[in-house]
């Protein structure tokens, strides 16, 4: 399972936990504007915009998960297993492989604008990346500071909705887990009043009971909601540490703790990974499962105009602070 939001108390800033079994091997990696991109369906492109996101590099290719590029355009794709469908290559149309898809994307645009209007060419392919790496059934959040699409890849071609509440995770389809949220209206992060029977002595007993009822399971329809409900209501401080901060609390309500999901006997998803990229500074923050300290990469300390992949593997192992016992103890 994953989760990936939007969150905007002033400047944008979007990510996503990745839910797994098992890592790929996951880095955060910088594509340079002069890196050569090759289409399998032909076609390439010589120079874009540069990206930053988490991917696993195979063959010395950046296969995204989820990325931001210097325009402050992001996305992330997260399982959509049974529901999409990709296309096979067609005559006249711009083709492009699942695997091809982020990169594609934010090579070439700069908004949400500018992508809606490309996806309309696109025609998405289920074309492998190799043997060893099937087309990955995937649906999609794009967003910039402007909004947020969903984008879900079915049989009947790719379908763009509009996103309101900046909130993606995984099935049943995008439509059915926004029509959900009419099940919860009533829940608020205010003390409830007695509508039930005023007549009869009801009391709050307890803080919090506005929101009783959010599911608090971890299948994805409910961690749809909790994230909907957390990030709406969400309150954070001015600083670009407390919005930050914020954002990494919010996702913790959607967090996966290793046992709790049991895939196969003795297998469980965890989170393996939270990111988080501050969309206009192009920085991307991430914790993992074994270390929940964040970590960043500046996409502006690289050298952008550059031609090679840029990697920085992920940090996973727990980072403790012991704070007493020093030499002067
Ligand atoms: C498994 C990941 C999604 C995690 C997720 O949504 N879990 C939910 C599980 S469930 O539905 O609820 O069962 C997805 C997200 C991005 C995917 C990767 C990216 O698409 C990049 C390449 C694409 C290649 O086609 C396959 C390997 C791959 C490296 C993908 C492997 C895997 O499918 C990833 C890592």
Not at 262 to 270: C, K, N, S
């Amino acid at each position: 399972m994953c989760t990936a939001i939007t969150y905007q108390p002033r400047e944008l800033y979007m990510g996503r936990s990745l839910d797994y079994e098992a890592s790929y091997g996951e880095e955060i990696v910088m594509l340079p504007r002069r890196f050569p991109l090759r289409f399998r369906h032909g076609g390439g492109s010589e120079q874009g915009y540069a990206i930053l996101g988490t991917a696993h590099v195979a063959d010395g290719y950046p296969l995204y998960y989820d990325a931001v590029n210097e325009k402050g355009l992001g996305i992330a794709g997260l399982n959509f297993v049974g529901n999409a469908r990709y296309a096979a290559p067609q005559d006249g149309r711009q083709n492009v492989a699942q695997f091809e898809f982020i990169p594609w994307l934010l090579r070439q645009c700069a908004t949400l604008a500018e992508a809606r209007q490309l996806l309309q060419a696109v025609n998405l392919t289920g074309t492998p990346f190799s043997l060893h790496f099937p087309a990955a059934q995937l649906h999609w959040l794009l967003a910039d500071a402007t909004g947020a699409l969903t984008l879900e890849p079915t049989a009947a071609g790719l379908q763009i909705y509009e996103n309101p509440v900046g909130v993606l995770t995984n099935n049943p389809p995008f439509p059915q887990q926004l029509f959900a949220l009419n099940n919860y209206m009533h829940l608020s992060p205010r003390q409830p009043e007695n509508t039930f029977a005023p007549d009869v002595p009801l009391q709050a007993y307890s803080r919090g009971m506005g929101a009783l009822g959010l599911p608090g399971d971890l299948s994805s329809g409910s961690r749809f909601v909790r994230a909907a409900f957390t990030k709406l209501h969400s309150v954070c401080g001015e600083s670009e540490a407390d919005c930050v901060g914020q954002f990494f609390h919010i996702m913790e309500t959607v967090s996966q703790t290793r046992g709790c999901c049991e895939v196969a006997p003795g297998e469980f998803e965890r989170t393996i990974y939270t990111s988080c990229w501050n969309a206009a500074r192009g920085i991307y923050y991430y914790t993992t499962y074994g270390n929940r300290r964040i970590t960043a990469v500046d996409l502006h300390r690289e050298p952008l105009d550059g031609t090679a992949l840029r990697r920085y593997p992920m940090l996973t192992a727990e980072d403790i602070l012991m704070q007493n016992g020093g030499a002067d103890a």
